[in-house]
């Protein structure tokens, strides 16, 4: 189950590369700073748009991809761009933790660029290794698991998340009246139509019984989690109703 889904996670449906035998060279997260500060490194953000709403690398472009899958088209696409100012192009690329930019980094060397570097062991090391001080990332790293976002030391960020369209979501954004929990929030409210969102509240719901019934397995740490982020998004709430009636 766990291996399927991390292949599913790194398709990126360009046949022939084999990620193994040609990826770029791997950069540690202690080293990754000094590639960063040099002028001539272009930053690219391999990971998909909602993930990079959460937060991500001082600099990076981001490719606003729906899934990886987009990924190539959209080098294609941006190539030039990328490469004017005959600058020598070094492109250093980064995702979660260090296997999708693999691909992305095998890819763009398979398209003739030599210059080619990633993040070892991927954001996630680089924010267990490098202290905030020193930090050139920005807010939160999306996580695919119940936490939704980790800070810097791997702790638990402050965001949550939107079940219709995975976007993360901050306190004020969930007081928002197009926010309804698993349904939509401010970002895909727009996006989609009464019936789509009446299936959204059902399988909320259906999900909501299971739970009731003890079928989703949560770790009792992460409900722990769970239950401090609810507390403080109530309170959170609390403070902007609160900051809204004093303003009437
Ligand atoms: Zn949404």
Redesign the pocket.
Known sequence: MKVRLKKEIVTMGVPGLDPRSDVGHYVAAEDWNALLEDPDTILIDTRNDYEVAAGTFRGAIDPKTKTFREFPNWFRAHRADLLADGRTPRIAMFCTGGIRCEKATAFVKAEGLDEVYHLQGGILKYLENIPQEQSLWEGECFVFDQRVTVKHGLEPGSLDQ??????P?TAEEMTSPHYEHGV??????NERDDKQRARYAERERQAQLAAERGEAHLGAHMDEIRERKRREREEEIKRQNEKRRAAH
């Open positions: 939107c079940h219709a369209c995975r976007m979501l939509s929030c401010p970002h895909c409210y």
